[in-house]
C-alpha cells in the first residue's frame, strides 16, 4: 500500500482537533514526520494478506465483562484534590463559548 | 429577514400542502444498572457533587475500564424488544472531542459496529382518521456513556451564552447510555408531528416494560434529539435537516417537530435555505434557536477502543435474553382489558393516558384494579392535564395510591378525604400517613365525639327526630348530613349513620 501523503493542512486541522498550537512554520516538519510514522505503518499491509483480519486488541479475547457491583469510588474531597479550580464540590472550568451544551 | 427570537412561521396546512417531511429520532436511554458501564462507581440520581467518581470515570492516567455485563444485556434486550439483529462481534469505539463534560476527551461509544441494528416498532398514532398503526424503522442502538452534568455561572440566565464560567459535576459521566437511532422517517405527512411523539411514547413504555431505565424525561434518564427536514414531494431527494436538541418532554417532541415544519417552510417559501445546524428547543417559550453550525463536518476520529476487548454474544446468550422480554403491547393490552373487564373505549382512554403501566403496577403494589384505574383516571389524570405534565412524572407513585387505598379500607379516612391526601402527597408533604398526620385528616371515628355531634343535630331538628322515630327512616338524611358537616367531613357517612338510628331506637329499613 501506498503510504498516504500528508499535507501542511493536515497537521493544521488535526493540531486544531487536537488543541496543539503549532507554529505554521513548523507545519511542513511535522507533516514530513507524520508521513514516514504512517508509511512505516503502511508496511504492515504489504505483508498482511486478506486472510489477516485487522486487529485492534493484543488478546485474543472476548466478553471480558464485569458484574453490576458497586466498587469503591473517591470522595469528592479525593476527587477535586488535583482540580486547577473548584466552586461547591463541582469541577470550575472556563467560560465555554461557541459549543452546545 | 428574519431576527433570531420571532422566525416566521409557515400556517401548518400550508407546510403540509407545500411540503414533505421527513424525520429521524435520536434517543438517549440512561440504563438503571446499579453501576456505571466501565467503572463499579454507583449511579445514584441526585446524590452529592462528584461523590461517585472514581479514577476510571475521570478520565485519570493508568485507569483502565472493565465493561458492565448488565449494561451489555440492557443493550441486547433493547435490541430484541425493536425487532433488530443483534451483532455476532462488535466493539468499542473512541469519539474524540474536547468539551469540559467529557473528563477523557473523548466518549466511549460504538461507531460502524453497533450491537443491534436494522429494526422496527410499531407504533399506534392517533390521526383524524381514527388511530393508524405506523412502522418506524430503527436504523441501530448502539451502547455509549453518559457524560458529566455542567452548570453554567455568573451570565444571566444561568445559559451557556453570556456565563462567565461553568462548574461539573462527574457523577453521571460514565452512566451506561443506549442511543437508539431510526431510519429515516418518511410518508408520515401531517402526523409527522404525532408520529414522533406517539414513536418516543411507546419506546418509553416499552423501555420500562424492560424494566432498564426510569425513562424519566424529566431527570434526563430519556432524552430526545429531532432531525427534521423538508422535501417538495415524496419523490425530492431529502432536504437539509436541522437536529433539535434539549426535548425534554413528549408534547415537546410534538411541538419541536411541528414549529421546525413551519420555520424551515417558511424559509423555503421565501428562496431561502436551511441551515444544516445544532438547534435548541426552548420549553418556556415553546421555540428553537440555533446552536451551533454544522458547516465544518464533525471529525471525532473514532477509532476502536483499545482498552476494552471485543464483545461476541453467543446466540445462546442472546436466546435466553429474549425469553426475558415482556409481552409484546398488543398482546398484553388484551390481556390486561380481559383482567379488568374493561371494554375498548376505557381500555383506549386508560392507554391515551399513559395510565396502563401505573395501573399494573399499583395492582402489583397490592391495590385491587378499580381503585387502581379510579385514580390514575380520575383525580391524576386531571391534576397531570392541569399541569400539562405526563402522568408517570406526577410526584406520586403507585405505592402511595396503595398506602391511600389501605387507609380507606382501615376507615381511617374516606373518599373525600383520600382527595386531600393526595394532594398532599403531590406537593410533596410525603407519605399518605403523614400527609394525614399533619393535614389533621382522619376521620372522627371517636364514638362519643360522634354521639356529641348526632344529639346536637337531633336538638337542632327535633321535627326530623321525630319522624325517623316514627319509622321514616328515609329522613335520616338530615340528620347525617349535619353531623358531616359539623365534624367538617371528617367522620364516616354510614356510620354516623348507624350511631344515629341506634341512638333514636330505630331499625334500619
Known sequence: ?101 | MTTMNSPALMPYDDVIAQFDPVMGLEVHVELNTKTKMFCGCATEFGAAPNTQVCPVCLGLPGALPALNRKGVEGAIRIGLALNCEIAQWCRFARKNYFYPDMPKNFQTSQYDEPIAFNGWLDVPVETDEGVQVFRVEIERAHMEEDTGKTSHLGGATGRIQGADYSVVDYNRAGIPLIEIVTKPIVGAGKNAPAVARAYVSMLRDLLRALDVSDVRMDQGSLRCDANVSLRASADSPFGTRTETKNVNSLRSIEKAIRYEMQRQAAVLAGGGQVTQETRHWHEDTNLTTSGRSKEEAEDYRYFPEPDLVPIAPSREWVEQLRATLPEPPAARRARLQEQWGVNDTEMDSIINAGAVDLVVATIAAGADHTAARKWWLGELARTANDQGVDLADLAITPADIVDVERLIAAGTINDKLAREVIAGILAGEGTAEQVVARRGLQIVGDDSALLAAIEQAIAEQPDVAEKIRGGKVAAAGAVVGAVMKATRGQADAAKVRALLLAHLGVEDA
Open chain 1, 1 to 101: 500500500m501506498a503510504s498516504p501523503e500528508i499535507t501542511p493542512d493536515d497537521v493544521a486541522h488535526l493540531a486544531r482537533l487536537a488543541r496543539i498550537d503549532i507554529p505554521a512554520d513548523r507545519l511542513a516538519y511535522y507533516a514530513g514526520q507524520l508521513e514516514v510514522i504512517l508509511g512505516s505503518i503502511a508496511k504492515v499491509s504489504e505483508v498482511a494478506g486478506d486472510d489477516v483480519p485487522a486487529t485492534s486488541h493484543p488478546q485474543p479475547l472476548t466478553n471480558a465483562f464485569r458484574e453490576d457491583e458497586p466498587g469503591q469510588s473517591l470522595t469528592a474531597e479525593q476527587a477535586l484534590s488535583g482540580a486547577p479550580s473548584v466552586e461547591d464540590s463541582r469541577f470550575r472550568v472556563p467560560r465555554i463559548l461557541d459549543e452546545e451544551a
